[in-house]
T-cell receptor
Framework: DTGVSQNPRHKITKRGQNVTFRCDPI?????LYWYRQTLGQGPEFLTYFQNEAQLEKSRLLSDRFSAERPKGSFSTLEIQRTEQGDSAMYLC?????????FGPGTRLTVL | DAKTTQPNSMESNEEEPVHLPCNHSTISGTDYIHWYRQLPSQGPEYVIHGLTSNVNNRMASLAIAEDRKSSTLILHRATLRDAAVYYCIPLNSGGYQKVTFGIGTKLQVIP
């Protein structure tokens, strides 16, 4: 257990539905990252927060994806109008400096 | 971002040392070399990082080439619990980079 928690751990949804994932980082960590990982691939960067400010977004993050980190604590990642191609593991990580602590991930299956 | 090259897979016998190589010839002078590993169905786990000098911790050792274009993660005595995918990634001192992990090296440990 790294101290980073993610909920839910698994989510099955139908195409076209909206889903929201939550990440609770280690409390003193000011940096928070979201990644997406598909089978056989390494984690792909999606977005990065420093405190409550979203400082970077990947081109992978289409308009259907939005992330927030109100008050610089927990973060949410919402996917609107889900597509089958969104099926993946969504990972959250937090850090103070270089070393990143990852959560267990939320596995999304879009039917 | 610097590109890394790792073998797709490696095998090791249990209780023998394992040397996992990584080429990062385009690494910038200020980037640290980080290693993470990912066990099945878990998020990545930090292993070790270094800048120029070789580094040791309770999990592994990191040997960095003098020109910093390559590094080697050393597991001194492989156990079955070390079977995982190992990733090397360059990260700057501030820790922030929109880094996407490569495919990594899948290590199989043979009893």
């Amino acid at each position: 257990d790294t101290g980073v928690s993610q909920n839910p751990r698994h989510k099955i949804t139908k195409r076209g539905q909206n889903v929201t994932f939550r990440c609770d980082p280690i409390s003193e960590h000011n940096r928070l990252y979201w990644y997406r990982q598909t089978l056989g691939q390494g984690p792909e960067f999606l977005t990065y927060f420093q405190n409550e400010a979203q400082l970077e977004k990947s081109r992978l993050l289409s308009d259907r994806f939005s992330a927030e980190r109100p008050k610089g604590s927990f973060s949410t990642l919402e996917i609107q109008r889900t597509e089958q191609g969104d099926s993946a593991m969504y990972l959250c990580a937090s850090s103070l400096a270089g070393e990143r602590f990852f959560g267990p991930g939320t596995r999304l299956t879009v039917l | 971002d610097a590109k890394t090259t790792q073998p797709n897979s490696m095998e090791s016998n249990e209780e023998e040392p394992v040397h996992l190589p990584c080429n990062h010839s385009t690494i910038s002078g200020t980037d640290y070399i980080h290693w993470y590993r990912q066990l099945p169905s878990q998020g990545p786990e930090y292993v070790i990082h270094g800048l120029t000098s070789n580094v040791n911790n309770r999990m592994a050792s990191l040997a960095i080439a003098e020109d910093r274009k390559s590094s080697t993660l050393i597991l001194h005595r492989a156990t079955l619990r070390d079977a995982a995918v190992y990733y090397c990634i360059p990260l700057n001192s501030g820790g922030y980079q929109k880094v996407t992990f490569g495919i990594g090296t899948k290590l199989q440990v043979i009893p």
